[in-house]
């Protein structure tokens, strides 16, 4: 099995428990709503990290930070068949409803978290290189 390979399995994997935990987390009273949403930006980063495997940690962060915002921004745009696709459980879990600039805190705490353990795990996996 090829290491790209590996690593996206990683990746898919971190997703699931990652999703499993927030659908979690929207559940119990006691954990802030926030949390639900850093780990949403965490997904995003897992699929940004797939997409682009081989780039470096940093550019993913950057890429899933542009993606949450977006997301975030759009959802005060009103088109009929983006609010039809929001109420439903798919489109709300994707897309959200009603934007909340604390949402955007959220979402840079959450890749920053993803980003500072990719480093992390990159950097003790790695040989050492003399």
Known sequence: MSERLKICIRY???MIVTIAVGLVSRKAA???E???DALWAVVVYCCWRIVLVKRDPR???AAALV???????SQMIRWEWLVRFRSTL???LL?????TPIDLIAYTVGIGAALVCTMIIEKKTQPNKK
């Not at 993606?67 to 921004?73: D, G, H, L, N, Y």
């Not at 897309?95 to 934007?99: K, M, S, V």
């Open 30 to 32: 006691f954990i802030p």
């Open 12 to 14: 898919v994997i971190v």
């Open 90 to 92: 798919i489109g709300h």
């Open 67 to 73: 993606t949450s915002f977006a997301v975030e921004f």
């Open 34 to 36: 926030c949390v639900g």
């Open 95 to 99: 897309l959200g409803q009603g934007f």
């Open 59 to 61: 550019i993913v962060a």
